[in-house]
């Protein structure tokens, strides 16, 4: 190779280095421009997002200052479950794809809700919540494993009756019995701790209870009366014309207290609240609706008569009576005062039969306990149920223990919705076969009621309703056994009004 054509090759080659080099600045430059161009344009629509945002808030009743600072908000939904979540304007503007639906849903949710403002409230990690708290909140969590809650429960009365408990160990069983409305286990608990701790002895909380009663259209419901389930020292009231009761009471720190409402013709209503500490004296019931019965009718467990012609009144004193889709067979002198004494006499009847759409939220917003799950949340949100009520002619309202049960006959509501998958469970819909396993095992046990929780449990069939009975002295829901009859899902149970076989 000559000199001239080595140095024509060294000066190509500088000529493509310097090109590539000013392709590669030219590219970067393009790049950062379009990267500038595109910030602004992001923050040009977090800008609208943000402005749009604070358009719609102030709309739905937020005012600009709370929008800018960030607010908390309380949303309950169609099954009075509560629900707390933070709103920062920043953070929701920036969001990748937010359109102006979603901002108008997220007005329509807030103007539904209650606002408070930031500094009133703050979220506290669970492991900082005191012990007490710490206590609740697991055993509301619904993570506790199957058995877990009676085992925990288990290890606290085996300390309890050894003498040992701590007084921590004290007032959990005292907790766990008020929860599933043992109350009269958990007072003896809370004596205990009182004399070997001196704590929980008495209500060291001044509070009052207020809330309104109504009925099905939402008029108010005068002269019913309003009791505290747990304490019976406390004086009944009665409602005023405008459907309003207020009870003022000493309570402990964290106690659950739960409320009965009771007028003849209606059904019975329920309403709980968790006192919280000294710094909150007012806990408002909201609104307890009432319905009133599809069936009404007069029975006498002495002259053995009934008023409606399509039920039967046997001369040995039992009845049979239904409303032509649930049948309940009455034993002779099953219908009691509700302290267990014998009636006899007349007894007006009240039957219901709930569809999940029709059921009152004053019973649906209950807690529910089995001997699977312990507390197993609220499930009567699903699905309906039957309900019959006694009262005497004077308004008293009479029982049915759980030690002498009605044998009640019923289609459950919701049979076609279960095996439709209606819920959307990822278990997927109840099938034919697992039908069939329950048939089977209800005819293997024919005099009994062996579709438990544990038989759903152990066969793995999580889409099938197990049957609830409500405790009207707990104020609870308690699981109890069932027998199927037939694949339209008819089914048979053991029913009654008061549990007095609680511990």
Not at 119 to 127: G, H, I, K, L, T
Not at 136 to 148: D, F, T
Not at 204 to 231: F, H, K, R, Y
Request: charged share 15%; with cysteine.
């Amino acid at each position: 190779m000559s000199v001239r054509t080595a140095r024509w090759i060294l000066i190509i080659a500088i000529l493509v280095g310097l090109l590539s080099i000013g392709v590669n600045f030219y590219l970067q430059y393009v790049a950062f421009n379009q990267q500038i161009a595109s910030d602004a344009a992001l923050t040009e629509l977090q800008q609208q997002n943000s402005q749009a945002t604070l358009s719609a808030l102030e709309a739905a009743g937020v005012s600009a200052q709370q929008v800018s600072q960030g607010f908390w908000y309380i949303t309950t939904d169609q099954y009075g479950n509560q629900s707390i979540a933070y709103f920062d304007l920043s953070e929701w503007s920036a969001q990748s794809g937010l359109t102006l639906a979603q901002i108008a849903a997220l007005a329509e949710t807030v103007a539904s809700s209650t606002v408070v403002n930031k500094n009133q409230m703050y979220a506290v990690p669970e492991s900082q919540l005191p012990p007490d708290l710490q206590f609740h909140n697991e055993l509301y969590s619904g993570q506790l494993q199957p058995g877990q809650f009676s085992d925990t429960q288990a290890t606290l009365e085996a300390a309890y009756k050894s003498g040992m408990a701590t007084a921590d160990q004290l007032w959990e069983l005292s907790y766990m019995d008020e929860l599933q409305g043992d109350y009269a286990d958990r007072d003896a608990i809370d004596a205990a701790d009182c004399k070997l701790f001196q704590q929980r002895c008495s209500g060291t909380l001044a509070i009052t209870l207020t809330g309104n009663v109504v009925d099905e259209q939402g008029n108010p419901i005068e002269d019913a009366s309003v009791s505290v389930l747990d304490d019976s020292s406390i004086k009944p009231v009665t409602t005023d014309d405008k459907g309003d009761f207020s009870i003022t009471m000493s309570a402990l720190p964290l106690e659950k207290i739960r409320v009965e409402v009771q007028k003849p013709d209606y059904t019975q209503g329920i309403a709980s609240a968790i006192t919280l500490s000294s710094g909150k004296s007012v806990y408002e019931l909201g609104a307890i609706q009432l319905t009133t019965p599809i069936v009404s009718l007069t029975i006498d467990t002495a002259k053995h008569t009934v008023t409606d012609p399509k039920d039967t009144a046997n001369a040995d004193g039992s009845f049979v009576l239904t409303d032509g889709t649930s049948t309940y067979d009455i034993p002779a002198g099953a219908i009691v005062n509700p302290d267990g004494s014998p009636y006899s006499g007349p007894a007006d009847v009240y039957i219901y039969d709930f569809t999940r759409d029709t059921v009152p939220q004053s019973l649906v917003d209950l807690d529910t306990f089995d001997d699977v799950a312990g507390y197993a949340g609220n499930l009567m949100q699903t699905l309906g149920m039957p309900y019959i009520q006694f009262f005497t002619p004077s308004g008293q309202e009479l029982a049915v223990m759980k030690s002498d049960p009605m044998l009640l006959t019923f289609n459950i509501p919701g049979w076609e919705d279960m095996k439709d998958n209606f819920l959307d469970r990822s278990e997927g819909p109840l099938t034919d076969a697992q039908i069939q396993t329950i048939l089977a095992a209800s005819e293997a046990d024919p005099d009994g009621f062996p579709i438990t929780s544990q038989f759903l449990l152990d066969n793995k069939i999580s889409t099938f309703a197990a049957f609830w009975v409500f405790d009207t002295k707990s104020g609870v829901w308690d699981n109890t056994g069932a027998r199927l009859l037939n694949a339209s899902g008819t089914i048979q149970v053991q029913f009654y009004t008061i549990n007095n076989e609680r511990s």
